[in-house]
């Protein structure tokens, strides 16, 4: 930070929020992060000297190899040698930075890597930063900062059930379960190393990544795509589906009606042994077999078998049986059914 600062100092330390106390503009210096929550800075965000610059917002004015950079780009010249003035400057012994609420310019300094949320800025000057992460494939529907299970911070773990918007998490380190969802999703990520897990049936998350080494899984039965991510080392997760999703009747089930008498029963059950799918050739998380049976039954015992009609496979793929809401496309079921 150079003497060009004219400002009213004040010294904290630890973890700092700018939530609208401060007279603007207001320089932020020192910190190790910065987060930058949607809706936080009426005016334009300056980064002075920043390492990484993880952002939903495009940056204006000279940014990395001439223009903005979608997960790649190389280090750039260094800082600019003198920094707008400011009214406000926080300084001391920081650890993270939350930008919440400035009325109005924010200009931040001599910090490591910076995580900016969609709509966070009127505009983003990122001209001081030496590599700049921005895709500008989507954009999130309402600002995260709505969404029903929210989080802000380090290391704080959350859970929600059957959430209707959506989920954000800005920080590091922090883990949130959502379990029962029922509805479409969308889960927004803004920091680092932070994991989320969706659990559901029959519904889509679709992802927005704004930072590094974040994880978001779902279980068997949800949909996931992953819309932008503005940083990399990203990973988005599906657990394989069930062998018992696709199964329509046990052999137990099949067996229940067969008191007395001569009777044709069908049931499936797993085929671990399979990863492929013999019947469409497609590699799959669920092989079954399907199994028939023509026999005279006793107390529900097969006690004379007339036909075993053998086996024939299906997986999630080719099955009509698939439960939980797992629906194939139409490109899809057109190729598994050829």
């Known amino acids: 930070m150079t003497d060009s600062w004219d400002a009213t100092t004040e010294e904290l330390s630890g973890d700092v929020r700018l939530a609208g106390s401060h007279r603007p503009p207001v320089g932020l210096r020192g910190a190790e992060d910065v987060f930058v929550g949607s809706e936080s800075v009426a005016g334009t965000l300056r980064l002075a000297d920043a390492e990484y610059v993880f952002t939903d917002v495009s940056a204006d004015g000279e940014t990395p190899n001439g223009g903005e950079?979608?997960?790649?780009?190389?280090e750039t010249r260094d800082a600019p040698a003198d920094h707008?003035?400011?009214?406000?400057?926080?300084?001391?012994?920081?650890?993270?930075?939350y930008v919440e609420s400035?009325?109005?310019?924010?200009?931040?300094a001599e910090v490591g890597d910076v995580f900016v949320s969609h709509g966070a800025a009127d505009a983003l000057d990122a001209a001081g930063a030496e590599q700049v992460f921005h895709d500008d494939a989507a954009a999130p529907t309402g600002s995260p900062e709505s969404y029903d299970v929210s989080v802000t911070g380090w290391n704080h773990t959350r859970e929600g059930r059957d959430p209707r918007d959506g989920v954000s998490v800005r920080g590091a380190k922090n883990e949130i379960t959502v379990t029962e969802a029922k509805h479409d999703l969308t889960v927004y990520?803004?920091?680092?190393?932070?994991?989320?897990?969706?659990?559901?049936?029959g519904m889509d998350v679709t992802v927005f990544f704004v930072g590094r080494d974040n994880r978001v899984s779902v279980g068997p039965y949800v949909s996931v795509t992953t819309a932008a991510e503005s940083g990399f080392d990203n990973a988005v997760e599906s657990d394989p589906l069930p062998p018992e999703a696709v199964i329509e009747t046990t052999k137990e089930e099949a067996h229940d009606g067969t008191v007395f008498g001569?009777?044709?029963?069908?049931?499936q059950e797993p085929a671990p042994d399979k990863e492929w799918c013999p019947n469409c050739g497609e590699s799959a998380d669920a092989v079954i077999a399907r199994r028939?049976?023509?026999?005279?039954?006793?107390?529900?015992?097969?006690?004379?078998?007339?036909?075993?009609?053998?086996v024939s496979h299906e997986c999630e793929r080719c099955s009509r049986n698939v439960a939980g809401g797992v629906e194939l496309s139409e490109r899809e079921r057109k190729e598994a059914l050829r």
Do not use: C, M, S
């Open 189 to 201: 990520v803004t920091g680092w190393n932070n994991e989320i897990r969706i659990e559901g049936h």
């Open 292 to 310: 028939q049976k023509d026999a005279f039954f006793l107390l529900g015992t097969p006690v004379r078998t007339y036909d075993d009609g053998g």
């Open 84 to 97: 707008p003035a400011v009214a406000t400057e926080v300084t001391g012994d920081l650890e993270d930075g």
């Open 69 to 74: 950079t979608q997960n790649d780009g190389d």
């Open 102 to 108: 400035v009325d109005g310019d924010v200009v931040v």
């Open 262 to 267: 001569r009777h044709r029963i069908t049931w």
